[in-house]
């Protein structure tokens, strides 16, 4: 199945909107305070019970320079000495875990994010991979999808090395921009040589996957510059490629206020370089995934997509929905069944309820039946750009029509702008509307009215 999107500026201009990334529905502004260990650990008995296989998550929020685009959660430190105790803690949590599985669940997946996890010594990485081993079933054949994000600038062949051997098969990389005057806006130096460097020592060491972050919108960035920087990407030929639109809210994260807004590119420029990435992209040979993804054919995620087993969860498109994702460290969200659950986001109080013996999850959701037939549409949606009504009803034994009624109107004018085709048989998005996918799953969001939008990025 052909999923490249067609560019329709006036269809852009009608609906990039802002709203949800749906990494999870109901998305993680509808979590609250009145989730508590015991309903965690009530999920992971069930999880126990079904002997489901797991994707293990875990977040090192350790960072030596700050990227001032930055809205991950993390640490500027340059103290390499904090992260130690951080990685026993790691291992505290996982002891209050891991009992309540079985070890017959093969954790298929594994990420580490950031933060920079290769903020951690060498020592550490191995200590912690023994931790992990330790406490739950890693697979040690190879055939596990293990990744991590790397910052070329705290990496080296060495480094490289090293994860391989640890058993990580995957890596992406953090560029976001090649150009010079770019990068110091965002104070984010690495050279083009850094990167090449230690995607080359991936290739060389066999790992099954590089994946390559870029965003637009960035400070000085220019459509001409930008093209640069994804012309200059394609000849590295990574498996996968991220191109992520900058939304600028210094309201809500405080390093992006160092970033001077008058330096930012208009949003007519940001669509000029989306539409050229986009070009490049498909002359190169890469499929659109969805939501600022693509990939190469022989990709899984490309292939996950055309066999109908492609999934979105918080490490954003994958091949392992069937897998329940349990978390470590701080802000860290775990989603087992229909639970939902995230630690603190605060390093000390995370550190302080680890050192308690205690879980630092503070806020989370239960779904309901509504919930998770929503969150089944979005997923259709968002991975395979269609909807059948037939098998809807046959999961959830309710008519399409008229479960969805109340939305019916917003989806037909969808259908006239040419966003999406609507029959009896179900619904599909058109090649125009795969850019403004998320503006065809909000339809089905039940708690966005509720929600102030100004929270999301816009869909372009």
Known sequence: MSTQPLWDTDLIRRYDVAGPRYTSYPTAVQFHDQISPIDLYQALRESKQALRPLSLYVHVPFCANICYYCACNKVITKDRGRSQPYVERLAHEASLLAPHLDNRQVV?????????????????????????????????????????????????????????????????????????????????????????????????????????????????????????????????????????????????????????????????????????????LTDAGYQYIGMDHFALPDDELSMAQDNGTLHRNFQGYTTHGHCDLVSLGVSAISQIGGLYCQNSADLNVYQEQIDNGQLALVRGLKMNDDDHLRRWVIQQVACHFKLD????????????????????????????????????????????????????????????????TQRFSRVI
Request: charged letters at 25%; aromatic letters at 8%; one cysteine or more.
């Open 108 to 280: 298929e997946q594994l990420h580490f994010g950031g933060g920079t996890p290769t903020f951690l010594s060498h020592g550490e990485l191995k200590q912690l991979m023994q931790n992990l081993r330790h406490y739950f079933n890693l697979r040690s054949d190879d055939n596990g999808d293990y990744s991590i994000e790397i910052d070329p600038r705290e990496a080296d062949w060495t480094t490289m090395g090293l994860l391989r051997d640890l058993g990580f098969n995957r890596v992406s990389l953090g560029v976001q921009d090649i150009n010079p005057e770019v990068q110091r806006a965002v104070n984010r130096l690495q050279s083009l040589e850094e990167t090449r460097a230690v995607l080359d020592a991936a290739r060389a060491l066999e790992y099954r996957s590089v994946n390559i972050d870029l965003i637009y919108g960035l400070p000085k960035q220019t459509e001409d510059s930008f093209r640069d920087t994804v012309k200059a990407i394609i000849d590295m030929q990574p498996n996968r490629l991220s191109v992520f639109n900058y939304a600028h809210l210094p309201e809500r994260f405080k390093p992006q206020r160092r970033i001077n807004a008058a330096e930012l590119p208009t949003p007519g420029e940001k669509l000029g370089m989306l539409h050229s990435t986009i070009e490049l």
């Open 389 to 452: 009504f037939a098998a809807f009803k046959q999961r959830f034994n309710v008519a399409f029509h008229d479960y969805f009624a109340a939305e019916m109107p917003r989806l037909q004018q969808q259908a006239a702008d040419g966003l999406i085709s609507l029959d009896g048989q179900g619904l599909a998005v058109s090649p125009a509307g795969r850019l403004l996918v998320r503006s065809v799953c909000m339809v089905f969001d039940r708690y966005l009215p509720e929600v102030n």
